[in-house]
C-alpha cells in the first residue's frame, strides 16, 4: 500500500534558519503530493501541494518540488521565523483521488 | 469565505456517556471525511461519506457511528466514551472529481475530553 516517510522530529532552528524537512513516498501510478501544517490546537493547513512530477509547490516562502525519480517532496524555506513553530506533515493522495495517506509530522520549534 | 466549521471547538463527556461532535461545510464538496488524531500523530481515518456512500474503516470501532443529513453536514456520533477515545477529532472535505479533488480541507477540530 501507499506509505510517507518522513524526517523524524523534533527539529529546532534558531531565527532565520535554512530549513529542511525530508519526505519521502510509496505509491503506484502518480499520486499528488502536499504538506499540512498544523499549530497548536488547531485543524491541518494546506501549506502546498504539488499533483504532478517536477511541479514546485510553494507558500509563504516555503516550497517543495515533486521529485518522480527519487519519489520525494522536501519541504525547504529559506529563513525561518519563531511563528513557523509548528508540526509539519507530508500527506499523498492517489490517482484516483482516494484516501489519503499521512506521514509521522515533524514538530519544528524555531527560538528567537 | 468558503470553509469546513467544527462545532464544539472543545467538548468535555463523561466515560461512557454518548457525545455528537459537528461538522459543516460552505465548499459544496461531496467527499467528507472524520479523523482522529493524538498528539501530534499522524491523523487516523474513521470513515468518510461519498456524497451519501459511507465508507467505514475496517479498523474503526463500533463505537463510533456518523451521520450525513445532507451535502453540508456530518456528525459523528461516540456511543460510549471511553477514555482512550480523548482525542483531536477532524474533519475534511474533497471535491469529488476536476480540478482541486486531490486536496482536502480541513476544519479547525474538535478536541475531546473524557472523563
Known amino acids: 500500500g501507499d506509505s510517507v516517510t518522513q524526517m523524524e522530529g523534533p527539529v529546532t532552528l534558531s531565527e532565520e534558519a535554512f530549513l529542511t524537512i525530508n519526505c519521502t513516498y510509496t505509491?503506484?501510478?502518480?499520486?499528488?503530493l502536499f504538506w499540512y501544517v498544523q499549530y497548536p490546537g488547531e485543524g491541518l493547513q494546506l501549506l502546498l501541494k504539488?499533483?504532478?512530477?517536477?511541479d514546485k509547490g510553494s507558500n509563504k516562502g516555503f516550497e517543495a518540488t515533486y521529485r518522480k525519480e527519487t519519489t520525494s517532496f522536501h519541504l525547504e524555506k529559506g529563513s525561518v521565523q519563531v511563528s513557523d513553530s509548528a508540526v509539519y506533515f507530508c500527506?499523498?493522495?492517489?490517482?484516483?483521488?482516494?484516501?489519503?495517506?499521512f506521514g509521522d509530522g515533524t514538530t519544528l520549534t524555531v527560538k528567537p | 469565505d468558503a470553509m469546513v466549521i467544527q462545532n464544539p471547538r472543545y467538548q468535555v463527556t463523561q466515560f461512557g456517556k454518548p457525545v455528537t461532535l459537528s461538522c459543516s461545510q460552505t465548499?459544496?464538496?461531496?467527499?467528507m471525511y472524520w479523523y482522529q488524531q493524538k498528539s501530534s500523530q499522524a491523523p487516523k481515518l474513521l470513515f468518510h461519506?461519498?456524497?451519501?456512500?459511507?465508507?467505514n474503516e475496517a479498523d474503526t470501532p463500533d463505537n463510533f457511528q456518523s451521520r450525513r443529513p445532507n451535502t453540508s453536514f456530518c456528525f459523528l456520533d461516540i456511543r460510549s466514551p471511553g477514555l482512550g477515545d480523548a482525542a483531536m477529532y477532524l474533519c475534511?472535505?474533497?471535491?469529488?472529481?476536476?480540478?482541486?479533488?486531490?486536496?482536502?480541507?480541513f476544519g479547525p477540530g474538535t478536541r475531546l475530553l473524557v472523563l
Open positions: 504539488a499533483t504532478k512530477a517536477d
Open positions: 465548499l459544496n464538496h461531496n467527499v
Open positions: 505509491a503506484t501510478g502518480y499520486p499528488s
Open positions: 475534511a472535505t474533497a471535491g469529488l472529481a476536476g480540478v482541486g479533488a486531490e486536496t482536502q480541507y
Open positions: 461519506y461519498y456524497d451519501k456512500d459511507f465508507n
Open positions: 500527506a499523498l493522495t492517489p490517482t484516483n483521488a482516494g484516501k489519503s495517506t
